[in-house]
T-cell receptor
Framework: DTGVSQNPRHKITKRGQNVTFRCDPI?????LYWYRQTLGQGPEFLTY????????KSRLLSDRFSAERPKGSFSTLEIQRTEQGDSAMYLC??????????????FGEGSRLTVL | TQLLEQSPQFLSIQEGENLTVYCNSS?????LQWYRQEPGEGPVLLVT?????EVKKLKRLTFQFGDARKDSSLHITAAQPGDTGLYLC??????????????FGKGTRLSVIA
C-alpha cells in the first residue's frame, strides 16, 4: 500500500464553478478526515468519517461543502459555487482504530485549489 | 482564538546550531503529536507523546510533553539543511481522544542554512 492518495493534486477553477476532490485512504484504515490549510496556517478540521458514517462536521464546512464516503473506502469532497476564499490546500488523512486513541493521522499530499 | 500556540512562527538558523520550538495551550490534551510538512506535501508524523512529562528522542530531535499535558517542546541538536520545513504540533482532547479530531497549531517554519 502506497499511503493516502488524493486527486487531483492541483485544480484551478473560476468563481462559481463546482469542484470535487477524491481521497483514497490506506486500505485498512476505517477513519478518514478532511482538513483545509491556507498559507501560513496549520490544517483546520473540516469533517471526518468512521467507515461510511460522517461523525462530525466543523462550522467551517458551509452548506456549499459536502463530503461523502459511500462504501467506507474512498471519499469525495465537493465544493459548490466556489468562492475565492475557498482557495486552499485540501488535505485528506486516515487512521486505524488501534491507533485512534492517540490520534495519529496519515496524510495525503493534498489537493491545491485556486479559485480565480 | 488559537487553541494551540506555536512559537516562534519563523526561525532561520545556521547549520550546526541547536534550536527549540514550543507548543502551548491553556487546554489539557490526551495526546500530542508533532508533524513535519514540506512545501506542496501533506504533514508527516514525527512523534506522539501521551504521558505528562514524557520525553521521546528521534535521532537529533527531542520531544517533551509538559507535566500538565498542556504544552510541548521540540529540540533539534546540530540542525541540518534537511531539517528545513514546517513543524506542526497537534493535540487530541477528551477522555477518549480517538473521538475528537486533531487540532493543529499554525506551525513553526524552520530554515536551516548551510
Amino acid at each position: 500500500d502506497t499511503g493516502v492518495s488524493q486527486n487531483p493534486r492541483h485544480k484551478i477553477t473560476k468563481r462559481g464553478q463546482n469542484v470535487t476532490f477524491r481521497c483514497d485512504p490506506i486500505s485498512e484504515h476505517n477513519r478518514l478526515y478532511w482538513y483545509r490549510q491556507t498559507l501560513g496556517q496549520g490544517p483546520e478540521f473540516l469533517t471526518y468519517f468512521q467507515n461510511e458514517a460522517q461523525l462530525e462536521k466543523s462550522r467551517l464546512l458551509s452548506d456549499r461543502f459536502s463530503a461523502e464516503r459511500p462504501k467506507g473506502s474512498f471519499s469525495t469532497l465537493e465544493i459548490q459555487r466556489t468562492e475565492q476564499g475557498d482557495s486552499a490546500m485540501y488535505l485528506c488523512a486516515s487512521s486505524r482504530d488501534w491507533t485512534v486513541n492517540t490520534g495519529e493521522l496519515f496524510f495525503g499530499e493534498g489537493s491545491r485549489l485556486t479559485v480565480l | 482564538t488559537q487553541l494551540l500556540e506555536q512559537s516562534p512562527q519563523f526561525l532561520s538558523i545556521q547549520e550546526g546550531e541547536n534550536l527549540t520550538v514550543y507548543c502551548n495551550s491553556s487546554s489539557v490534551f490526551s495526546s500530542l503529536q508533532w508533524y513535519r510538512q514540506e512545501p506542496g506535501e501533506g504533514p508527516v508524523l514525527l512523534v506522539t507523546v501521551v504521558t505528562g512529562g514524557e520525553v521521546k528522542k528521534l535521532k537529533r530531535l527531542t520531544f517533551q510533553f509538559g507535566d500538565a499535558r498542556k504544552d510541548s517542546s521540540l529540540h533539534i541538536t546540530a540542525a541540518q539543511p534537511g531539517d528545513t520545513g514546517l513543524y506542526l504540533c497537534a493535540g487530541a482532547k477528551g477522555k477518549d481522544s480517538g473521538n475528537t479530531p486533531l487540532v493543529f497549531g499554525k506551525g513553526t517554519r524552520l530554515s536551516v542554512i548551510a
